[in-house]
C-alpha cells in the first residue's frame, strides 16, 4: 500500500482520536461549584446554563467529526480527487485554469456539506442558549460574501503560486516572497474594504467613553487610527473587541453588545489591553511569525509536490501541481499542529503580558478584572477547562488564570 496513504489516513484518525479524548476530558473536568471569584456574579441557574452549553457543542461537534472522518477517508479512497481532476483537465488544457477549477469544486463541495452543520449550530444551539442574532438571509449572504472573497482574493492568489511553480527557478522562495507581500496588503487593506463586508464600521460618537479612550491613548503616546463600533449585535449578543489593521489603516473595534454592558472604566481597560498588544510589539512579533512559517511551509512544499507517491495516494495519475498544494496540506498537518502548539504558548504568554499593561497604565486592575468576569458570563464561558484541552487550543489563558494573575499584579 502506498506509504503516503498510510500515513494520511493514520494522521487522520489520530487526530480524531486526539479531539475525542481531549474534549471527553474537558466536559468531565467541569466543575459543578461556582468558582470563587464568580460567587455572586454567575448564580447558579446560569452556571448550570453555561456546562449545558459546553456539553452541547462539545456533543455536537464530535458528531460532526464523527461525520467528516469517514466521508473524508471514503472521498480519498473511492477516488473523489481523481474524479474532480477529471473534471479540471476537461475543462482546459491550461494548468491554472485546471487548478482554479479543482480547487473551485473543492471549495463548493466543502461549503455544501458544512452548511447543514453551520445551520444547525447557528440556529438551533445558539439560538436555544440565546446568542443567535442571525437571519436567514444574512446568513445565505455571508456564505456569498464568503465565496466571492475567495474568487476575487484566493483564486488570484492560487494562480499566482501554480504559474510560479511552473515556471520560476526556487519557485517556493520566490511563492513565498508574493504571499508575504500580498498577506502585507492584506493585512493593510482589510480594515476598510474586508472586514466592512460583513460588520458595519461606525466611529465611536463623542461622549465620556470616547473622551477617556483618547485621554489613555495620549498618556502613552499612542496613535489612534480609529475607534469604531461595530454591528455584532447583528448575528449574535456575544461580546469581543479586538485590534486589527497596520499601519494607517489600523483600527479598534467594540462590539455594540460590549459597550452595552460595560462601564466606561471597563472598557477603557479592555481597550489598554488592546493597546498593550501593540505596544508591547505583539502585532509585530506576529506578523513576522506568520511570515516564517510560512517560509517553512513553502520549503518543505518544494521537497514533496513532485512527488509521485503523494499523487499516487490519492489516485492521481501524473503530478498535477494544482492538486499537489491540496494534498501537501494532509502531509503538513503535523506540523502545523506543532506551530499551533507553540503559537499558542506564545499568545498565552502575551495575553498575560497585555493584561499587565492594562493594570499597570490605567491603575486599576480590578476594572480589567470585572470586565472578563462580566464577557465569561455574558458569553457562557468555560470556567475550568482541561489543561489538555488549553496547552492544545487555547490561544489565551483561561480567565480564572488572568484574574489570577492580575490580583497578584
Known sequence: MNGYLIFILALLIFNWLLDLIVETLNVRNVSTEIPAEFQGIYDAEKYAKSQRYLRENTRFSQIQAAIMLPLTIAFILLGGFSWINGIAQTASGNMIVQGLVFGGILVLLGQLVGIPFSIYDTFVIEERYGFNKTTPKTFVVDILKGLMLTVLLGAPIFALILWIFSAVANAWLWAWGALAVIQLFILFIAPVVILPLFNKFTPLEDGELKTKIQEFAAAQKYTLSGIFKIDGSKRSTKSNAYFTGFGKTKRIALFDTLIEKHTVGELVAVLAHEIGHCKKGHIKKGIIISLASSLLMFFI?????????????????????????????????????????????????????????????????????????????????NLTPHPLKVFLE????????????????
Open 301 to 381: 512544499l518544494s521537497l514533496f509536490i513532485t512527488k509521485q507517491g503523494l499523487y499516487a495516494a490519492f489516485g492521481i495519475e501524473g503530478t498535477p501541481l494544482y492538486a499537489g498544494f491540496i494534498f501537501f496540506g494532509f502531509l503538513y498537518a503535523p506540523i502545523s499542529m506543532i506551530l499551533g502548539l507553540l503559537g499558542n504558548i506564545l499568545s498565552r504568554k502575551h495575553e498575560y503580558e497585555a493584561d499587565a499593561f492594562a493594570a499597570e497604565t490605567t491603575g486599576e486592575p480590578t476594572a480589567l478584572i470585572d470586565a472578563l468576569k462580566k464577557l465569561s458570563v455574558d458569553n457562557l464561558s
Open 394 to 409: 487555547y490561544s489565551h489563558p483561561p480567565v480564572l488564570e488572568r484574574i489570577k494573575a492580575l490580583r497578584n499584579f
